[in-house]
């Protein structure tokens, strides 16, 4: 099975609404999302509350990390498979985009999952704060990927999802599912052409 980006539109890529073209390469994501992501964490880092938040959604993996250690490799073993069945090679490129998506999934699980829900619930509610930062979560895929509406629904809806496992205390378990879902939605860098 090949995957093959939409020439038009680029993957989950709405047309240009906007001056400019879409998104057609890594650069294009790493400037546009990744960097932003990167920049909500880290101020979220900055949050005094960060310890507290820490402990409580690395608690687990404090109490197993070998078990950690073994599964995320499992998870990354099952990736790079993954992109052989996606008829791809495994280059250099391909593995730097694993990597990429790990730590987009860690940063936006920190922020969406555990830094903002905290910050806002003791305002707002637990409930009101979880719907609010995963609608923030989705349209931010509107505005720095450029995706449809429709995926940025999924995402909502994903994010809701992953906000579930969230209450289970375990901020690796999310950031591991939240890494496998993304690679299964965009397996391959943007702009990689066919073999």
Wanted: aromatic share 14%; hydrophobic share 55%; charged share 15%.
């Amino acid at each position: 099975m090949r995957i093959e980006p939409r020439k038009d539109q680029g993957r989950l890529q709405r047309k240009p609404d906007l001056p400019g073209k879409g998104i057609t390469r890594f650069r294009e994501v790493l400037l546009r999302h990744g960097l932003f992501v990167l920049m909500l964490a880290l101020v979220c880092f900055g949050l005094p509350q960060r310890r507290a938040w820490l402990e409580w959604g690395l608690e687990r993996f404090f109490a197993y990390p070998l078990a950690y250690f073994l599964a995320a490799l499992c998870l990354l073993l099952f990736l790079i498979l993954m992109t052989k069945v996606y008829d791809r090679i495994l280059n250099t490129r391909q593995f730097l985009w694993i990597v990429y998506l790990l730590g987009v999934s860690i940063c936006e699980e920190w922020v969406f999952r555990l830094a903002v829900p905290g910050l806002t619930a003791g305002f707002i509610g637990l409930f009101p704060a979880v719907l609010l930062c995963n609608l923030v979560f989705a349209a931010m895929h509107y505005f720095t990927l450029r995706w449809k509406i429709r995926w940025c629904a999924g995402a909502f809806l994903g994010a809701m999802g992953l906000s579930r496992l969230m209450g289970h205390g375990d901020l690796i378990l999310v950031i591991g599912v939240h890494w496998l879902a993304t690679f299964l939605n965009t397996p391959v860098p943007v702009g990689t052409k066919d073999k």
